[in-house]
């Protein structure tokens, strides 16, 4: 997949680690987002980046912290994670033409994460 | 409030036999639908979609899906079941207010049996 790439694919880290997930977008879109997906529950938007803006933070705990320094790249950066913080960490992205018109989105292979 | 439902966790089907995978959904407004595949270890990939027009929608690898308005439903169909159809399906609707989100359902998983 060379659309939208995730880094690392894994991730083992302990509860007082700092570590940071990367998404890379190779599509040309204007806007980024942030899942977490969880075994048999509904994808849980974390984060929307439209244009670089943070246009969505759906009450995510300040432990997770975005960050999108252009419009092709996307951080999630990691700090004191909880075990139930352990699951699979897609990131997406999408080109969002004029309101009538809805865009797909493009996912990652994402990061599973295990914290311990 | 936006949300869809999927209401079978597993569905199981003969190669060579049609298959549907449902999904009902509640909007305010018109809705967008989409279809998303999940193979395993991978992420989510895009099938079809629905924005507006014709209420029967083709998408990749021989799949369509149907909209209902009246019945609130968006079922994936194939006529016909390969076994590499074996994955992880997700039906998401996005409203029309302009914001940037997908709501997700909680995934089918289909098994095409030999």
């Known amino acids: 997949e060379t659309g939208v790439t995730q880094t690392p694919r894994h991730l083992v880290m302990g509860m007082t680690n700092k570590k940071s997930l990367k998404c890379e977008q190779h599509?040309?879109?204007?806007?980024m987002y942030w899942y977490k997906q969880s075994a048999k529950k509904p994808l849980e938007l974390m984060f929307v980046?439209?244009?670089?803006?943070?246009?969505e933070n759906n009450s995510v705990p300040s432990r997770f912290s975005p960050e999108c320094p252009n419009s092709s790249h996307l951080f999630l950066h990691l700090h004191t994670l909880q075990p139930e913080d352990s699951a699979l960490y897609l990131c997406?992205?999408?080109?969002?033409?004029?309101?009538?018109?809805?865009?797909?989105?493009?996912f990652g292979p994402g990061t599973r994460l295990t914290v311990t | 409030a936006q949300s869809v439902a999927q209401p079978e966790d597993q569905v199981n089907v003969a190669e060579g036999n049609p298959l549907t995978v449902k999904c009902t959904y509640s909007?305010?407004?018109?809705?967008?639908l989409f279809w998303y595949v999940q193979y395993p270890n991978r992420g989510l990939q895009f099938l079809l979609k629905?924005?507006?027009?014709?209420?029967l929608v083709k998408g990749s690898y021989g799949f369509e899906a149907e909209f209902n308005k009246s019945q609130t439903s968006f079922h994936l169909k194939k006529p016909s079941a390969l076994v590499s159809d074996s994955a992880l399906y997700f039906c998401?609707?996005?409203?029309?207010?302009?914001?940037?989100?997908?709501?997700f359902g909680t995934g089918t998983r289909l098994t095409v049996i030999p």
């Open positions: 997406a992205s999408s080109q969002d033409p004029p309101a009538n018109r809805m865009g797909e989105q493009y």
């Open positions: 599509l040309g879109h204007n806007a």
């Open positions: 980046y439209s244009l670089e803006e943070r246009v």
């Open positions: 909007v305010s407004g018109n809705p967008y």
């Open positions: 629905y924005i507006t027009g014709d209420n």
């Open positions: 998401a609707v996005r409203d029309n207010t302009g914001a940037n989100n997908l709501f």
